[in-house]
C-alpha cells in the first residue's frame, strides 16, 4: 500500500519533516483509508501516528579531533592549508626578532665591540627591517668592519 499522502498530511499536521512521520505497521489498514487531515488528527490523538524525536548530531569525532590536535598531532605537511603567514603570526615572529635583535646589539655594545655610534645605526636599521636575523647582523658588521676586536683576539694575532 502506498501511504504517501497520508505521510504529507500527518507531517504537515505535525509541523515536522516526512521522515520523522511514525506511522503503526499493525494499523496500516486504517492509515491507509483515512484520507483528510481531520482522519489524519484523529490517528494522530489514537497515537497511531507519531512524530519521532529529532536525531542529534554527535560531538565525538570533533572533540576527538581537538584532543589530538592540543598535544600537536595532525600538523603535517597534509593537513596544512594557506601558507606560513597565515599559520603564524606575522607580529609575534616580527617581535620575537626584533627583541633577539635588540638583545644582541645591547650585549655587543656592552661588551665593547660596538660603538654607541654603530649600535644607534643598527638599532634604526633593524627597526625598519633591514635585517633578516641575528647572523644577518653579523655579517653586515663583519662586512663593513664595523666590529672592534677584543684585546685578547688582538694580542692572539700579534703572535
Known amino acids: 500500500m502506498d501511504l504517501k499522502s497520508q505521510k504529507n498530511i500527518a507531517a504537515r ?3 515536522c519533516g516526512k521522515t520523522r512521520v511514525w506511522l503503526d505497521p499493525a494499523r496500516i489498514g486504517d492509515i491507509s483509508e483515512s484520507i483528510t487531515s481531520s482522519d489524519i488528527r484523529r490517528l494522530i490523538k489514537d ?6 524525536p529529532k536525531k542529534g548530531l554527535s560531538n565525538y569525532r570533533k572533540k576527538k579531533i581537538a584532543k589530538q590536535k592540543s598535544k600537536g598531532r595532525r600538523k603535517d605537511v597534509g593537513s596544512r592549508k594557506g601558507k606560513l603567514g597565515t599559520r603564524q ?3 609575534k615572529t616580527w617581535i620575537k626578532r626584533i627583541r633577539a635583535i635588540r638583545k644582541m646589539i645591547k650585549e655587543l655594545k656592552s661588551k665593547n665591540q660596538i660603538n654607541n655610534q654603530t649600535y644607534w645605526d643598527i638599532y634604526v ?3 625598519s627591517g633591514f635585517f633578516r636575523s641575528k647572523s644577518h647582523v653579523m655579517t653586515y658588521l663583519e662586512r663593513n668592519d664595523l666590529l672592534k676586536e677584543d684585546e685578547k683576539n688582538v694580542q692572539k694575532k700579534k703572535k
Open 125 to 127: 636599521k633593524s627597526k
Open 47 to 52: 497515537g497511531v501516528i507519531k512524530k519521532l
Open 13 to 15: 499536521v505535525l509541523k
Open 89 to 91: 603570526n606575522r607580529k
